[in-house]
């Protein structure tokens, strides 16, 4: 189970801290990251870090946020800065195993609506 906390509304230019715990969930050999979907658009890949700390971001959000995890609470946070309408949508907290058998889980995702 994925629980999200964080998001909300904010003008351009703010900030934001998205939090997600997986609970009941392993962390060796999975990736957690965030997918956002904007109305009307596909669900697309915001960020991801590997539990060995790797990460990788879309290149719209690049040099705005910052995602890290902390194994020992089994937890994922973004830290959005800089915040453009743009980047308004539903994110979802994701986590995958990475190696065989594959399993995926998505949090129930929460609203980030920025205004400019």
């Known amino acids: 189970q994925l629980v999200e906390s964080g998001g909300g509304s904010v003008q351009a230019g703010g900030s934001l801290r998205l939090s997600c715990l997986a609970s009941?969930?392993?962390?060796?050999?999975?990736?957690m990251g965030w997918y956002r979907q904007a109305p009307g658009k596909q669900r697309e890949l915001v960020a991801s870090?590997?539990?060995?700390?790797?990460?990788n971001y879309a290149d719209s959000v690049e040099g705005r946020f910052t995602i890290s995890r902390d194994n020992r609470k089994n937890t994922v946070e973004m830290q959005m800065n800089d915040l453009k309408s743009e980047d308004t949508g539903v994110y979802y907290c994701?986590?995958?195993?990475?190696?065989?058998?594959?399993?995926?889980?998505w949090g129930q995702g929460t609203q980030v609506t920025v205004s400019s």
């Open positions: 994701y986590t995958r195993r990475v190696v065989t058998p594959t399993f995926l889980y």
């Open positions: 870090v590997t539990s060995g700390g790797t990460t």
């Open positions: 009941g969930i392993g962390y060796t050999n999975f990736v």
